[in-house]
């Protein structure tokens, strides 16, 4: 079975801060791993995603993602922090084998960012 | 392509009543999915469709809900009699199998936000 844990579920900091939001997975399968951001009243969109290959992946908006394997993480990164960020994020894992398999969800981090 | 479709964005509703919610997916693609959004559950799964047969319902809550799929582009989730506690947002996605037939990222609509009162 799969699983995702995001730790902590605000997450604030200042504008040009960076940015870090922490995803675990449990898998017994190699994985395939994605970030989603969901803005108010909006649906999710994908930032980035992990298949095969490199495992430090870039997304849209200057977000990036490292897989590490060993400590079974896919934590979020960003340099600098924009007022624009504001928004929650999940990250979700799937079964990466072939065929399809479903999205597994993590809890969200909602992200603030003050002045 | 206008992405996935939903409709309508709102719904109130008196518990009790019939609440059909729709989506369109994005043309070409054979998953479609219905997700369910709250605050204490965060987002789950409720059924998903393969070429418009469904694979998966072990998500759906009870026999409240139904979801069909008549033809590939056009989605249908049900519910009836609505209760109180179906208040949600209630999410359509759709991919596609890609090379190798793996996973492809899911596209999401905007969403129904589902108030039954």
């Known amino acids: 079975a799969q699983s995702v844990t995001q730790l902590g579920s605000h997450v604030s900091v200042s504008e040009g801060a960076l940015v870090l939001l922490r995803c675990n997975y449990s898998s017994s399968v190699p994985p395939y791993l994605f970030w989603y951001v969901q803005y108010p009243n909006q649906g999710l969109q994908l930032l980035l995603k992990y298949t095969t290959g490199a495992t430090l992946v870039k997304g849209i908006n200057g977000f990036e993602a490292e897989f590490k394997k060993s400590e079974t993480s896919f934590h979020l990164t960003k340099p600098s922090a924009h007022m624009s960020d504001a928004a929650e994020y999940f990250c979700?894992?799937?079964?990466?084998?072939?065929?399809?398999?479903?999205?597994?969800f993590g809890a969200g981090t909602r992200l603030a960012v003050h002045p | 392509d206008a992405g996935v479709i939903q409709s309508p964005r709102h719904e109130v509703t008196e518990m009790g009543q019939e609440v059909t919610l729709r989506c369109k997916p994005i043309?070409?693609?054979?998953?479609l999915f219905w997700y369910r959004q709250t605050m204490m559950r965060g987002l789950e799964l409720l059924i998903y469709?393969?070429?418009?047969?469904?694979?998966?319902d072990s998500g759906m809550p009870e026999d409240r809900f139904s979801a069909k799929m008549p033809n590939a582009s056009f989605s249908t989730l049900k519910i009836q009699p609505s209760e109180p506690r179906d208040s949600a947002v209630y999410f359509c996605a759709s991919t596609e199998m890609g090379k190798g037939h793996k996973n492809t990222e899911a596209f999401f609509g905007q969403g129904t936000r589902l108030t039954v009162v």
């Open positions: 979700a894992v799937s079964d990466g084998r072939g065929g399809y398999n479903k999205l597994i």
């Open positions: 469709f393969n070429n418009n047969v469904p694979i998966d």
């Open positions: 043309s070409g693609h054979d998953y």
